[in-house]
C-alpha cells in the first residue's frame, strides 16, 4: 500500500466569515494523503470522515485499502481532511485563540457544514486538484460531500455515499441534544479545563451507542448467559465504549461537532432540498444499511429521487448505522459493481 502516514498542516491565514457570524482570525486545517496525485490533478478520491474520526483513514476505515479496494492508491491520490473543532490537528476548542491568547473551550464557534467544505476548497487549491474522481463518505461525511457537490457541481465526477440525509432530520437533533445534556450534566462542564465535561461526554456516548447500532447488534454480541444476574455485557460494553472515547477525544470537540452536524440542510437558501439535489451532476451511489436507526432508509431514498443520475443500494447488517465502517467487504462490492463494473 503505497501511502504516508505523516500528518500534514494547511494555516489558512485568511479564513472567511463563519455562516452564523464572527470566526477565526487563522485556522489550522489537518489532513492526509496517499498515493501520488497525477500530472492533470484529476485522479483525487476525497475521503470525508464521520463524527469522531480523524483525517488517518486506516485508523477508522479498516480493509478499504489496496488493490481492488475503494482506496486504490496505485491509481488513485486520496485525500482526507480533519473537521474544524474536532481533535485530531485542525484548529479545536481546545488550541489558543490568537485573538485572546485565552483556550477556546466553550467560546469555540459553531462552524456549519457548510463552513467546513469552505475550508476543504482552499486545501483542493492548495493541493492543486482540478477534478475529483469520487468522494466518498459515510454519515456526517456524506453530508459534506453533498454540500460540496452542490456548491461545484463540474467538481465531482463521482459520489459514494452511505447512511445519510440531505438535511438533518428533528429525531436527529433530539438524539443529539440527549448528548450534549448528558454533557451538560456533569458538574465539571462549565469549567474552563481540557477534561471538563468527560464523564457527561461518556454518558453521552452511551447513549449514541445504542443509536449507531440497535437490539440485533447486542443481542448478537452482548447477550448473557441464562444465569446472569448482575454485570450484565451490553452494561459493560456501554461503559467500556464511554472510557474508550474519552482516551482519544474530549467533550468541547463533541459538543461542537454535534452543534455543526445539526446545521446540514442543503435546501438552505437555495430554494428547497430538491432543487439543491438537482444541481449534483456527479453519478450517485447511496447506500442504507436497513438497521439503521440514525438515517432510516426513506432518507436515503429522498436524495435518489431528487439526483439526476443515481442509485440507491441497501446492505444488510446486524450492525446498525455503525454499519457503514464495519461492512467494508459489502461497500468494496458495491463500489466494484458500480465504479469499476466488475
Not at 448482575?230 to 456501554?238: D, K, L, P, V
Amino acid at each position: 500500500m503505497a501511502h504516508t502516514d505523516n500528518i500534514q498542516y494547511l494555516k489558512i491565514n485568511d479564513p472567511e466569515e463563519l455562516e452564523l457570524g464572527s470566526g477565526f482570525s487563522e485556522l489550522t486545517l489537518a489532513y492526509h494523503t496517499y498515493g501520488t496525485l497525477n500530472e492533470t490533478g484529476d485522479n483525487v478520491i476525497w475521503v470525508f470522515h464521520a463524527l469522531t474520526a480523524s483525517s488517518k483513514i486506516e485508523d477508522w476505515w479498516v480493509g478499504a485499502f489496496g488493490k481492488g479496494r475503494i482506496l486504490d492508491t496505485d491509481q488513485h491520490f486520496v485525500v482526507c481532511a480533519n473537521l474544524i473543532g474536532s481533535c485530531y490537528g485542525s484548529t479545536g476548542p481546545l488550541d489558543t485563540d490568537p485573538q485572546t491568547g485565552q483556550t477556546y473551550y466553550h467560546d469555540f464557534p459553531i462552524v456549519t457544514i457548510r463552513d467546513q467544505v469552505k475550508l476543504f476548497q482552499k486545501l483542493k487549491t492548495h493541493l492543486a486538484i482540478n477534478k475529483i474522481w469520487m468522494g466518498v463518505g459515510g454519515s456526517m461525511g456524506a453530508c459534506h460531500a453533498m454540500e460540496w457537490a452542490i456548491s461545484e457541481p463540474d467538481l465531482f465526477q463521482n459520489l459514494y455515499l452511505s447512511v445519510c440525509s440531505a438535511k438533518e432530520s428533528s429525531w436527529g437533533k433530539a438524539i443529539h441534544t440527549a448528548h450534549r445534556m448528558a454533557i451538560e450534566a456533569d458538574q465539571s462542564w462549565t469549567e474552563r479545563r481540557d477534561d471538563a465535561g468527560i464523564q457527561g461526554m461518556k454518558a453521552a456516548r452511551a447513549v449514541g451507542m445504542v443509536i449507531y447500532r440497535n437490539y440485533l447488534c447486542y443481542e448478537e454480541f452482548q447477550s448473557d448467559a441464562d444465569d446472569t444476574l448482575t454485570e450484565f455485557r451490553s452494561a459493560s460494553y456501554q461503559r467500556y465504549q464511554g472510557q474508550k472515547l474519552a482516551n482519544r477525544f474530549n467533550a468541547f470537540s463533541y459538543y461542537r461537532l454535534l452543534d455543526s452536524l445539526d446545521t446540514h440542510n442543503v435546501g438552505r437558501d437555495r430554494g428547497s432540498i430538491t432543487e439543491a439535489l438537482a444541481q449534483i451532476k456527479s453519478k450517485t451511489v447511496i447506500v442504507n444499511i436497513d438497521t439503521d436507526l440514525l438515517y432510516p432508509a426513506v432518507e436515503q431514498q429522498h436524495i435518489v429521487d431528487a439526483l439526476p443520475n443515481a442509485i440507491y443500494e441497501s446492505i444488510a447488517s446486524s450492525y446498525g448505522h455503525d454499519g457503514f465502517l464495519v461492512e467494508t467487504e459489502k461497500l468494496t462490492a458495491l463500489y466494484l459493481k458500480h465504479f469499476v463494473g466488475i
